[in-house]
């Protein structure tokens, strides 16, 4: 249904034509199963969209609202209210909409929890992008939601390496590559045999990408030999793991994950919360288990195929007093 008044405020907002009411977009939430942080320097990393989302409702409304419903970490929504206004005027700036001239109410929810690591910000991104092309009736194509969804992504994150709003966009399990000269990103979609169990613990602390991220540009540049043998060793175990896991080779995954994780702790983004997580899961018998995202806080991931060995590494970080999900990549 398109009211005069509804198509009035558009023309001021934007130059499109068509639209609808009540929309709703909906974004992936993800894991890094390989490469965060290398990812930035244009190493491949592979990332897996997860069983939960976020989703966006956009109403009329009297003014301009942002109503966050999602679950979250308890610290998360407050830590990243500043990044999380801006990234929605980047995103309505990249729909060109002038965000100060719509009056809309965008309610966040979901079952994706809002937490450092499981992909919150690009998920909210993804899901308020597609709301938005629905009830503008802006028609826009998979690609540019990406683009867009890109663009609020660097309300939290600066400068990101895209990888979160292309698995929140496309689903699925993802190999991607960053294009350093800022051109398209490469990226492919992965099959597995089959989908797999993981458990993510959440540390319940809540990190700062931005502040990682230039945290380890920093200490690349006091130390560039030691990166460069660090992103050399990356490069070996990811591309392994590309292989492990188009043939189902899990203990193999499970085991190049743990290397990845002792390479995380090389450049200082672990965090003992971080590791004392990972050391649980790898007592309970998961088959192997990194940080994933951000890290100094936020998520880990184990690899757990099977319900039974991941109810029982779910349950260990629950007797640890941490929250734990259960989940599937490779859907
Ligand atoms: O914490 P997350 O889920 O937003 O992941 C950040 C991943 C980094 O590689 C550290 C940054 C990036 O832009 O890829």
Same mark, same amino acid.
Request: glycine share 10%; net charge negative; hydrophobic share 40%.
């Given at each position: 249904?398109?009211?005069?008044?509804?198509?009035?405020?558009?023309?001021?907002?934007?130059?499109?034509?068509?639209?609808?009411?009540?929309?709703?977009?909906?974004?992936?939430?993800?894991?890094?199963? @390989?490469? &965060?942080? #290398?990812?930035?320097?244009?190493?491949?990393?592979?990332? +897996?969209?997860?069983?939960?989302?976020?989703?966006?409702?956009?109403?009329?409304? !009297?003014?301009?609202?942002?109503?966050?419903?999602?679950?979250?970490?308890?610290?998360?929504?407050?830590?990243?209210?500043?990044?999380?206004?801006?990234?929605?005027?980047?995103? #309505?700036?990249?729909?060109?909409?002038?965000?100060?001239?719509?009056?809309?109410?965008?309610?966040?929810?979901?079952?994706?929890?809002?937490?450092?690591?499981?992909?919150?910000?690009?998920?909210?991104?993804?899901?308020?992008?597609?709301?938005?092309?629905?009830? @503008?009736?802006?028609?826009?194509?998979?690609?540019?939601?990406?683009?867009?969804?890109?663009?609020? &992504?660097?309300?939290?994150?600066?400068?990101?390496?895209?990888?979160?709003?292309?698995?929140?966009? #496309? +689903?699925?399990?993802?190999?991607?590559?960053? !294009?350093?000269?800022?051109?398209?990103?490469?990226?492919?979609?992965?099959?597995?045999?089959?989908?797999?169990?993981?458990?993510?613990? !959440?540390?319940?602390?809540?990190?700062?990408?931005?502040?990682?991220?230039?945290?380890?540009?920093?200490?690349?540049?006091?130390?560039?030999?030691?990166?460069?043998?660090? #992103?050399?060793?990356?490069?070996?175990?990811?591309?392994?793991?590309?292989?492990?896991?188009?043939?189902?080779?899990?203990?193999?995954?499970?085991?190049?994950?743990?290397? !990845?994780?002792?390479?995380?702790?090389?450049?200082?983004?672990?965090?003992?919360?971080n590791d004392f997580l990972v050391e649980v899961a790898k007592d309970n018998g998961?088959?192997?288990?990194k940080l994933t995202g951000t890290g100094r806080g936020g998520l880990v991931q184990?690899?757990?195929?099977?319900?039974?060995?991941?109810?029982?590494?779910?349950?260990?970080?629950?007797? &640890?007093?941490?929250?734990?999900?259960?989940?599937?990549?490779?859907?």
């Open positions: 249904m398109i009211t005069s008044t509804v198509i009035s405020r558009l023309q001021m907002a934007c130059d499109v034509v068509e639209i609808g009411v009540n929309m709703t977009g909906k974004g992936y939430g993800k894991t890094i199963l @390989f490469g &965060e942080h #290398f990812v930035v320097y244009g190493l491949p990393a592979i990332a +897996g969209a997860i069983g939960s989302m976020t989703t966006a409702d956009v109403e009329e409304s !009297n003014e301009y609202q942002l109503v966050d419903e999602r679950p979250a970490t308890p610290s998360y929504k407050k830590e990243k209210y500043d990044e999380q206004v801006e990234s929605n005027k980047l995103i #309505f700036d990249a729909c060109g909409i002038k965000i100060d001239k719509v009056s809309l109410k965008i309610t966040l929810g979901g079952d994706l929890v809002a937490a450092s690591g499981v992909g919150a910000s690009a998920a909210s991104a993804t899901a308020i992008a597609r709301a938005l092309n629905d009830h @503008f009736g802006l028609g826009y194509s998979e690609d540019k939601i990406n683009d867009i969804a890109y663009e609020g &992504e660097k309300g939290y994150h600066g400068k990101p390496s895209g990888l979160d709003n292309t698995v929140s966009v #496309f +689903g699925g399990l993802i190999w991607f590559i960053k !294009n350093l000269e800022g051109g398209c990103n490469t990226f492919e979609k992965l099959n597995m045999p089959k989908p797999v169990e993981i458990v993510l613990g !959440n540390t319940g602390i809540t990190s700062s990408t931005k502040e990682v991220v230039s945290d380890v540009k920093k200490k690349m540049d006091e130390k560039p030999d030691r990166f460069s043998d660090i #992103f050399a060793q990356y490069e070996r175990v990811v591309n392994k793991a590309r292989i492990a896991l188009i043939a189902g080779d899990l203990n193999d995954v499970g085991r190049l994950m743990d290397i !990845n994780h002792g390479l995380l702790q090389d450049i200082l983004v672990s965090g003992r919360e998961a088959l192997g288990a184990a690899l757990t195929p099977g319900v039974k060995l991941q109810d029982k590494v779910a349950k260990a970080i629950e007797a &640890e007093g941490y929250t734990a999900y259960k989940t599937t990549i490779g859907v």
